[in-house]
């Protein structure tokens, strides 16, 4: 099952993109994606096209942990950041992806989308000032790893695909 944890906007450190550079990014969704036999970690589906890095971190007190670094399906990936959604559409599809995946009347994906809101609500609430990518310098020497600042765009695709229900 998919478990979403919306990065907060007091979070220290972004996606993966903010932490490596292009060539390590590449090298890193080469081994993580064939380490995962080129399956979504969220639907569990086979993927022939592009997979997307995904950073999954813990929270923690004011210490925000990389905990892993998954491949998902460009529809999972949306999920995970609504605000890569571009059009109400691709809102839609990702809905509709979550359900399917697992097997959710659309009600209950409203819900669990609500779920993921609520626990990023309340992490909204702290600000997170350390970032623990320990996690990455088992692939990643510790010298190329960067923990840059980032922005996150707002959840207002999601809340006017919840008006449509
Ligand atoms: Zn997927
Ligand atoms: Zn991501």
């Known amino acids: 099952m998919l478990i979403v944890r919306y990065l907060p906007l007091t979070a220290h450190s972004g996606d993966i993109e903010s932490l490596v550079d292009q060539q390590q990014h590449r090298r890193l969704t080469d081994r993580i994606t064939s380490k995962a036999n080129r ?26 942990m990389l905990r892993a670094v998954n491949p998902l399906c460009q529809l999972c990936h949306i999920l995970c950041h609504p605000h890569l959604t571009a059009t109400p559409g691709q809102s839609r599809a990702a809905l509709d992806h979550l359900c ?13 989308m609500n779920r993921w809101k609520r626990m990023w609500g ?41 008006s449509t229900h």
């Open 100 to 112: 399917a995946a697992h097997r959710l009347s659309p009600l209950q994906g409203i819900s669990t």
């Open 39 to 64: 399956t979504c970690h969220g639907c569990q589906q086979k993927i022939n096209g592009p997979l997307h890095l995904h950073a999954s971190w813990d929270y923690e007190g004011h210490v925000q």
């Open 122 to 162: 309340a992490r909204n609430l702290v600000t997170f000032t350390v970032s623990d990518v320990r996690w990455l310098t088992q692939f990643v020497p510790k010298a190329k790893i960067t923990q840059g600042n980032f922005t996150m765009g707002d959840l207002a695709d999601w809340n006017a695909l919840e």
